[in-house]
């Protein structure tokens, strides 16, 4: 069975920065493109950014581009998001997910496992 834990999310201020981090186990992280998705109060999951299985392609919401970026290392399972110049507007629960296609998609519905998410919090 494939999980998904995410962590390093808190609090931070505006102009601030932090790295997220998502652990895969039960099944090589190799076999997956990965996908990170937040979802605010009151609003629907979107599409931060993702990244294919090899980390060779990448892609980015244009909310984010240019200041989030989207890695992994498959020796380690783990796929990071690191997130600089924060702002309120970014405030969140960001979720990890992984989708067997092994190529970065943006859609939600193609993602097969989901983590139970991690809270990131910017102050004004």
């Known amino acids: 069975q494939v999980q998904l834990v995410e962590s390093g999310g808190g609090l931070v201020q505006a102009g601030g920065s932090l790295r997220l981090s998502c652990v895969v186990s039960g099944r090589t992280l190799r076999s997956y493109a990965m996908g990170w998705f937040r979802q605010a109060p009151g609003k629907e999951r979107e599409f931060v950014a993702a990244i294919s299985w090899s980390g060779g392609r990448t892609d980015y919401a244009d909310s984010v581009k240019g200041r989030f970026t989207v890695s992994r290392d498959n020796a380690k399972n783990t796929v990071y998001l690191q997130m600089n110049s924060l702002n309120p507007e970014d405030t969140a629960i960001y979720y990890c997910?992984?989708?067997?296609?092994?190529?970065?998609?943006?859609?939600?519905?193609?993602?097969?496992?989901w983590g139970q998410g991690t809270q990131v919090t910017v102050s004004s």
């Open positions: 997910a992984a989708d067997d296609t092994k190529m970065p998609v943006t859609s939600m519905q193609n993602y097969d496992y």
